[in-house]
């Protein structure tokens, strides 16, 4: 049963550590999305590659986020240092070129505190 | 730029009675349309997606969603829930070309009465 996987499921963390979100997306599946779920603003978009290259990261902040793809197994989202309002759930989502889909990881409940 | 406003927070319904979700979107080309759903505590499901042919698409769960451009709509329908279907449901937008990012509406949650 192919599914995104993303590591940790949960996180809490101390405002200004280092976090790292991990993911896993389904073999084969060339897009790779991280959207960040909070109450105040719904799901955002933060980032998402095509074949690893970066299309769009404009709603990430850039001072705190970054986001990579190392290799096609693995997307990575780093916040440095986080801060108390960076808690919130964030999931990763991949998906086939064309047509374009996501299909969902079970998210990252990061807590900064 | 797309944008996606699903006008109704939340929603409750009786178990048995027939739903309907809204969706407005807003791009000015044919775009593709998706329902998602989401129960506590966990990641989005797809229940159905739009990219062409039939405006009228069927999805899982025995959920339904039109497209109707001339409104530019994507409304979700149910015709008899069940307690399960409590949860939060999604529209999404995408343009309409290869790997395009995907944007979500606020989100509509259904509760369910006895």
């Known amino acids: ?113 | 730029a797309q944008s996606v406003t699903q006008p109704d927070i939340h929603i409750t319904v009786s178990e048995g009675a027939s739903l309907e979700l809204r969706c407005n979107y807003s791009y000015g080309a044919t775009p593709y349309l998706f329902w998602y759903v989401q129960s506590p505590g966990q990641g989005l499901q797809l229940l159905l997606k739009y990219f062409s042919g039939d405006t009228l698409v069927q999805g899982i769960k025995g959920f339904e969603a039109e497209f109707k451009r001339s409104q530019s709509s994507f409304n979700l329908r149910k015709p008899s829930v069940h307690w399960s279907d409590a949860a939060e449901y999604f529209c999404a937008v995408a343009r309409y070309s290869s790997a395009s990012k995907i944007i979500f509406g606020s989100g509509t949650r259904l509760s369910i009465r006895p």
Not at chain 1, 60 to 88: C, H, N, V, W
């Open chain 1, 1 to 113: 049963d192919a599914r995104v996987t993303q590591t940790p499921r949960h996180k809490v963390t101390e405002m200004g550590q280092e976090v790292t979100m991990r993911c896993q997306p389904i073999l084969g599946h060339n897009t790779v999305f991280w959207y960040r779920q909070t109450m105040m603003q719904g799901l955002e978009l933060l980032a998402y590659f095509r074949n690893r290259a970066p299309l769009d990261d404009s709603g990430m902040p850039k001072d705190r986020f970054s986001a990579e793809m190392p290799d096609a197994t693995l997307a990575t989202l780093k916040i440095q240092p986080s801060e108390p309002r960076d808690s919130a759930v964030y999931f990763c989502a991949s998906g086939p070129t064309d047509p374009s889909e996501a299909f969902f990881g079970q998210g990252t409940r990061l807590t900064v505190v």
